[in-house]
């Protein structure tokens, strides 16, 4: 098309994609474009520039190409912009509201293949505003239908989180996750830290035998913690968990989408939550002189004032002190608290097998898994009943207030079904029946000579993981006048 406008002898060619919108690949449709608005500019024997880009319309910011014709017209070198549609400029309204501005503030005119926008001129400028209206209405249904499609994408457990992790491939006929070659690499790794191995020893043994991160690197202390607290390990896939792509903000928990199965597990879900507790609930951080790890660090606490007592090791004398409390709480020598804990723990095996024996000849029929069930399929149908309040949000068809109330509503409902769930479980005499076998197992396990206290055996690091298992802490009281310092056991409770 000619365009009867003498004063437009240079112009900038944009040429921009976010995705294949006519199937016929990302480069043909460019060519396509790319052909169509060069031959409009030899037809008008204009000069022109070629500014071209795929990404998204999400914000200019992101567009470097769109960065540097903006500039670029502000310091005048064009007297128009071509493009094969206006809101290739962009689909986002304050964005477009900022491209109008700096067009208007440089007098620089918008042509597409059938149409020239001057926006001196109140008619060009207001069809303008109307077209970029429009685009960004069109431009959020899209976005909502794309956000949709991936939200049921992922409950049929689908991976849509990214590259799949070390171990795992993305299978491209189901778009599910399968193991692969390296998942023996997780197994190793998971294996090592229920085993009491900290994280700078096991990155050690992984470089020793060569290793390395899907990337090939090495490994750092943080890829360790990210791989013990992946979900996706044990078949689980958690999405929806942040607020936007590029944010650390997380939503409320009851938004995430959680996919249990989703995928064959490589590691079971009993080691998976053994070895979340260990590295979330119990730092392994490398041991130096000033944070040295003894069997009891994190775990004995003033009897007065709650607070965190650690040890304090004297090189004059070779001896290892638990430290006085600002309170007024005293200190006293290491060793022997640490046999008394010792002792008491042991023989607190007896404590667990007795409580077996009553669980085992109270066993009767209950109905307590039916009140699970029954209180889960109540918890189903409340979730859905929140989706479809979302889903009727954002299809206007409640307002915001309503949307508010009905949310606030079902979010207590949930909640409440999810404590009944919890106090069930709690008194779910199978699951009283496993927690005493795995505290049995941990007091086994103890059994043994102590490096701290026999100078061989099991070293402090590991002793202190396997307390960490069994205890949840050591009340300390030593009263002035006192002869000997009070000791109290709290353990660990299912």
Known sequence: MLFNKENIKHVAVYLRLSRDEENLGIEQVLDNHRQTLVSLCNENKWSYEIFEEVASSSTIIERKKMVELLERIQQNHFDAVVVMDVDRLSRNEYDASDIKRILFQTETFIVTPNQLFDLKNDADSLLLGITNIIASGEYKQILKRMRRGKEYAQKQGYWTNGIAPLGYTKDTKTKKLVSNERAIDIQF???????????????????????????????????IQRIINNEAYKGTIVSNRTIGKHSNDIRPKDEWIIVHNAHPSIIDETTWNA??????EYSFKAPRSKNRIYPTSNLIYCANCGKLQGCNFKPNINKIYIKHCKCGNRGFYYNPVLALIKEEVLGYKENILEALEKLE???????????????????????????????????????IVAYRERKAKRQEEIKLIEEEILALEKEDKSVKNDTLKEQLEAVENLVGKWHLLDGEGYSDEKVNRLLHGLISGVLWSFKKGDESPDLTIIYNEG
Request: proline share 1%; no cysteine.
């Open 361 to 399: 000849e109270g066993k009767q029929e209950d109905n307590t898994q039916y009140k699970k069930d029954m209180l889960i399929t109540q918890l189903n149908k409340s979730k859905k009943a929140l989706e479809k309040i979302n889903i009727l949000f954002e299809e206007d068809e409640i307002d």
């Open 189 to 223: 790794i998971f294996s090592e830290i229920i085993k009491g191995i900290t994280i700078p020893t096991l990155i050690s043994q992984l470089n020793n035998m060569g290793v390395k991160t899907r990337e090939g690197k090495a490994f750092h202390y943080n890829s």
């Open 275 to 280: 070895a979340n507790k260990i590295v979330n």
